[in-house]
């Protein structure tokens, strides 16, 4: 996986998917994926709807607008790892979101998985992390809540350097590879 340009989970699930299944294709391997993949995502999405309206319709009218929408269509049918990556921006964005009320333990542990995992999915989902991490960092900073900045600088950091130790190659793929350098 080290000399693709993409980190190993999506990778190492497919694999393992078919391993199961030894001299056989087919492209419901990847697709089981994706359809797990987005029926999580839509589960939560409509759980983020719903904790920022509190109205059961609207969260039931947004999920259908979800699931219809192009790009979630287009996710499900290229089979690649976008879904699993979609579900990982929803999952943080739900924590996010949630952490900025109760501030818990378990919601920290959620955190460091979600991003350990996002960042072994797509490179992209760096950018996303560091960006809501900055602006949710910045939240914290302007309440003054200095116990819970540096356990959240704490969890982040610590994310990235499990990311790191469990695939070390994506430095070299994120600054130092083609895809990196564009």
């Excluded at 990556?85 to 818990?104: D, G």
């Excluded at 602006?135 to 704490?154: N, P, S, T, Y």
């Amino acid at each position: 996986q080290k000399n693709d340009v993409h980190p190993p989970l999506y990778y190492a699930i497919l694999h393992t998917i078919c391993s199961l299944f030894p001299e056989k294709f087919s492209p419901w391997y990847a697709g089981l994926i994706n359809i797990v993949f987005l029926l999580f995502t839509l589960f939560l999405f409509r759980k983020l709807v719903l904790y920022l309206t509190g109205d059961e319709k609207i969260s039931l009218l947004f999920a259908v607008g979800f699931v219809f929408s192009s790009g979630i269509l287009s996710s499900v049918t290229f089979l690649r790892m976008y879904a699993m990556t979609t579900f990982w921006v929803i999952f943080l964005a739900y924590l996010f979101v949630r952490m900025e009320k109760e501030f818990t333990g378990k919601q920290l542990i959620m955190l460091f998985c979600a991003t350990v995992c996002s960042a072994l999915t797509h490179y992209y989902c760096i950018v996303y992390v560091v960006l809501i991490s900055g602006f949710f960092g910045m939240i914290l900073l302007v309440r003054k809540q200095w116990k819970r900045l540096l356990l959240f600088c704490g969890v982040m950091v610590s994310a990235g350097g499990m990311s790191v130790a469990i695939f070390p190659s994506m430095i070299e793929h994120i600054f130092f590879g083609y895809r990196g350098e564009e």
